[in-house]
């Protein structure tokens, strides 16, 4: 064997032991970047190649479980470029991108992926997901149905399953509407151009809100317009509740032949759901998702906005504490108390300090922080605090 090649072989040994120990530590950047080194010198070896493509797949299912689905994305696709015979890159790329919401693209990877393999149902849950998200219900219906039978043990299919099954029974007498930012379902019995009507509406909502809080969110957001009966029997929500955002936008709206003041409310209502959804994800107590809804409702989608004089109620008001959580399992005077507190404090923020500081403050949850913690990097710079500005709103009233 020639020096120089002997020096490449020993140099190899010594990388690869390198990046096994970088593997084993947890550090499979580095791991992976030394494998890729040692390929350059040594491009036809296969036992490098083999470690390369343990240490991908050994990454990828890392950063799935630290929930990274940025990082996962990006070393999946370079993974591919390595290899694109792995079915388990293109999956593991096409979770990170479903998560990322990121649709069409993950639909891409994951209909590669179902092409190079035994039908899998994990993969078909995910391809089930993609299609729900993009309000193609019928292939939705196709892949969760395959999904179950392949495994009929697993609750969150069963479950998914069964929800577009009764969904798409109700939709599939419904008419639809395209536009670039929305898809809207509705019954163009009375009128077939009220979708029509609804998307031009929405779209306005879309540019209004958009800039107030300088937010434009990408995915294309699913409007479905139902009877009050089918939002009832399909969401089981409370019988006060006026709609609903859980990833589509639901309005017990039913039987309108044309887009009215309180349709047009409602829209802007849900709507603000999506935008601040697509911020903060889950990270927003109710009193601020619901509080800046109320705000879109009534001093965006309605000319007159009325508020309920909180001032007499102050012994029966909640704590901003309590109306972190869910206001679902509220009666009578207590929705609308946790709904008018809502909008009274928001729109107190906002009357305060401006909408520049209330962006700030979804920035903050956005990065994870706490509401206690988000108000003061949104807010301390006047001097005040979560406790703090509860007592001066109180005082306000
Ligand atoms: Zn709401």
């Known amino acids: 064997m020639p020096a120089a090649s002997w020096g490449a072989q020993r ?28 390929l350059d010198k040594l491009p036809g070896d296969e036992t490098i190649r083999a470690n390369l493509r343990k240490a991908y797949l050994a990454a990828g299912l890392a950063f799935l479980k630290r929930k990274d689905y940025a990082t996962l994305e990006k070393v999946m696709l370079e993974a591919q470029q390595f290899d694109d015979r792995q079915r388990n890159f293109w999956l593991l790329r096409g979770h990170a991108l ?16 179902r092409g190079m393999g035994e039908p899998d149902a994990q993969l078909l ?29 697993h609750q969150e299919i069963g479950q998914m399953f069964d929800k577009v099954r009764r969904e798409l029974a109700v939709e599939r007498e419904m008419d639809k509407e395209y536009g670039g930012h929305f898809i809207i379902t509705f019954d163009g ?9 609804v998307l031009k509406t929405l779209e306005d909502i879309y540019n209004d809100l958009g800039s ?13 317009l139902y009877s009050r009966k089918q939002f009832a029997e399909l969401t089981r929500s409370p019988d006060w509740a006026g709609g ?13 032949n044309r887009v009215d003041e309180r349709v047009k409310q409602s829209l802007y209502h849900e709507y603000m759901h999506v935008i601040l959804r697509d911020i903060a994800g889950n990270n927003l107590p109710y009193w601020l998702n ?19 004089p909180l001032g007499q109620q102050q012994a029966k008001l909640f704590s901003l504490q309590v109306l972190e959580g869910p206001f679902r399992n509220y009666r009578g005077q207590q929705v609308m108390l946790a709904y008018e507190q809502s909008y009274s404090f928001v729109h107190y923020l906002i009357d305060e300090y401006g909408w520049v500081q209330m962006r700030e403050l979804l920035f903050a949850l956005a990065d994870g922080l706490t509401i206690s ?3 003061d990097r949104a807010f301390g710079i006047y001097g005040v605090s979560y406790q703090s500005l509860e007592k001066n709103w109180r005082e306000s009233l």
Request: aromatic residues 8%; charged residues 25%.
């Open 98 to 113: 479903l998560r990322l919401q990121r649709y069409d693209e993950a639909e891409v990877d994951l209909v590669q992926a």
């Open 373 to 375: 913690a988000a108000v």
């Open 290 to 308: 619901e509080g800046l809804a109320e705000t879109a409702e009534r001093e965006f989608g309605s000319t007159e906005s009325a508020a309920f």
């Open 189 to 197: 019995d009375e009128n077939s151009d009220l979708g029509l009507e």
């Open 11 to 38: 140099s190899y040994i010594s990388d690869n032991n390198q990046a096994v120990l970088r593997l084993n530590s947890g550090d499979f950047l580095g791991g992976i970047e030394l494998l890729k080194q040692s």
């Open 244 to 256: 609903l955002y859980d990833g589509k936008i639901r309005l017990p709206v039913g039987g309108i």
């Open 212 to 224: 107030r809080l300088d937010h434009y969110p990408d995915p294309r957001v699913t409007v479905i």
């Open 125 to 153: 849950y995910m391809l089930g997901q993609v299609y729900y998200a993009t309000d193609r219900m019928s292939e939705a219906f196709d892949v969760l149905e395959s999904a179950a039978l392949l495994d009929s043990q």
